[in-house]
Structure formats: C-alpha cells, structure tokens
C-alpha cells in the first residue's frame, strides 16, 4: 500500500534552519506530483510547495524565496529545506502524493488539498521567537 513518512521536525529559533524528508513507497514514484502541507491548530490546510516528476518546482508566496522543495527519484524521497524560518511557519507538515500523467503538478501554486490521495502522518515544526 502507498505509505509516506516525514521526518526532520523540530523546534528552532527564528530565523534557523530545518530540512524535512519525506520516504514513499508503494507508489510509482517517478508519476506523482509530491507536495508539502502544512496546518496549524484552527486553520486550513496551507500548501507549502509543488514538485513534478521531473523537477518543476511551485511555492505558496509565504515561503516562496526561503523554502526549497526538492526530490530524489533514485531515493523515492521527497524533501523541503526551510530557511529563515519565522514563528508564523510553526504548524504540522504533512507530505502529499497525486498520480498525474508523468508526474506532473496540476494544482495550484502551494498545492491545493483536494488535488492529493495520499498524505504522510506529518512532523511538528516549531519555530520560537
């Protein structure tokens, strides 16, 4: 069965660093548009980033410029390194997984949840002022 475990969460101060990974199986890896969510207690779910299959990448304009979005085909794993990171990106971080025509991304910028079968359980990231 598809299974996708994230990991990398933590607490940080603001304006560090965290990297996130995201392990599939199950999956034809190489035909899925791969995505990181996030949410926080009492809000939606907010897509964070896009990847196709062949490397397009796509943000949401609240990480765009310090978030990058990156997979490992080979690897199966997805990842989101996250710079300068702010107390307003502390939320549950969830990867995503949407079998496309050869991977491609066909949702909105950050990712739309809809648009997602299959998602991860998610890892905690806190970000202290």
């Known amino acids: 069965q598809v299974q996708l475990v994230e990991s990398g969460g933590g607490s940080v101060q603001a304006g560090g660093s965290l990297r996130l990974s995201c392990a599939a199986s199950?999956?034809?890896?190489?035909?899925?548009?791969m995505a990181w969510f996030r949410q926080s207690p009492g809000k939606e779910r907010e897509g964070v980033a896009t990847s196709s299959s062949y490397g397009s990448t796509r943000y949401s304009d609240s990480v765009k410029g310090r978030f990058t979005i990156s997979r490992d085909n080979a690897k199966n794993t997805l990842y989101l390194e996250m710079n300068m990171l702010k107390p307003e990106d502390t939320a549950m971080y969830y990867c995503?997984?949407?079998?496309?025509?050869?991977?491609?991304?066909?949702?909105?910028?950050?990712?739309?949840?809809?648009?997602?079968?299959?998602w991860g359980q998610g890892t905690q990231v806190t970000v202290s002022s």
């Open positions: 995503a997984a949407a079998a496309t025509y050869r991977g491609y991304c066909y949702t909105s910028p950050g990712g739309r949840a809809s648009d997602f079968a299959y």
């Open positions: 199950g999956i034809a890896y190489n035909s899925y548009c």
